[in-house]
C-alpha cells in the first residue's frame, strides 16, 4: 500500500519541495522529483546546487548517464517504470501509475492553485485506502 505525506502550510513550493529532497538525502532515502513543468525542473536543479551554504545534493535528470548512480532524480514524465525511490509529487495532479510507488510526498503550498487540487488529491488517495499522513510546514517552509 502507498503511504503519502502531505506537507501543507509552504510559503513557497518549490523551496520547501529542495528541503525536503535535501533532508531525505541526509537520510539516504533515493528520490524521483516530478513536475510537468520544465520552469519548475530547471528552478528545483538551481536550489538543489545551491540551497545549502555547506554543500548540494547531488541530482540529475532521469535521461542523464548517471542517472541509476544518482539520490536524486527530476523528471518532467512519469512514463518510465521507476525503482524503489521516494516520489515527491509536485504535478497539482494524482502521478500516472502512484501506486507503484511505496512513499508519496505531497508539498502543498498556502496558494490557493495548489492548495485546492492538494485536497482533491488527499480525498482520492483516502478513497483508495492509502495510508495518508499530515505535517504543517508553516512555521518553517
Given at each position: 500500500?502507498?503511504?503519502?505525506?502531505?506537507?501543507?502550510?509552504?510559503?513557497?513550493?518549490?523551496?520547501?519541495?529542495?528541503?525536503?529532497?535535501?533532508?531525505?538525502?541526509?537520510?539516504?532515502?533515493?528520490?524521483?522529483?516530478?513536475?510537468?513543468?520544465?520552469?519548475?525542473?530547471?528552478?528545483?536543479?538551481?536550489?538543489?546546487?545551491?540551497?545549502?551554504?555547506l554543500g548540494f545534493t547531488p541530482h540529475c535528470r532521469?535521461?542523464?548517464?548517471?542517472?541509476?548512480?544518482?539520490?536524486?532524480?527530476?523528471?518532467?514524465?512519469?512514463?518510465?517504470?521507476?525503482?524503489?525511490?521516494?516520489?515527491?509529487?509536485?504535478?497539482?495532479?494524482?502521478?500516472?501509475?502512484?501506486?507503484?510507488?511505496?512513499?508519496?510526498?505531497?508539498?502543498?503550498?498556502?496558494?490557493?492553485?495548489?492548495?485546492?487540487?492538494?485536497?482533491?488529491?488527499?480525498?482520492?488517495?483516502?478513497?483508495?485506502?492509502?495510508?495518508?499522513?499530515?505535517?504543517?510546514?508553516?512555521?518553517?517552509?
Open positions: 500500500m502507498t503511504r503519502i505525506s502531505f506537507f501543507h502550510g509552504a510559503n513557497d513550493r518549490l523551496h520547501a519541495a529542495a528541503q525536503w529532497v535535501a533532508e531525505a538525502h541526509r537520510k539516504s532515502t533515493p528520490v524521483l522529483i516530478y513536475t510537468p513543468r520544465e520552469e519548475h525542473a530547471e528552478t528545483l536543479d538551481r536550489l538543489l546546487w545551491t540551497q545549502t551554504s532521469t535521461n542523464a548517464a548517471l542517472a541509476a548512480e544518482t539520490p536524486v532524480l527530476i523528471t518532467t514524465q512519469l512514463d518510465a517504470p521507476t525503482d524503489k525511490r521516494t516520489l515527491v509529487n509536485l504535478s497539482d495532479d494524482i502521478p500516472a501509475g502512484f501506486d507503484r510507488f511505496s512513499h508519496i510526498v505531497e508539498i502543498i503550498s498556502l496558494s490557493n492553485e495548489v492548495r485546492l487540487p492538494g485536497r482533491d488529491r488527499f480525498r482520492f488517495y483516502r478513497e483508495q485506502g492509502c495510508s495518508i499522513e499530515s505535517h504543517d510546514i508553516s512555521k518553517n517552509a
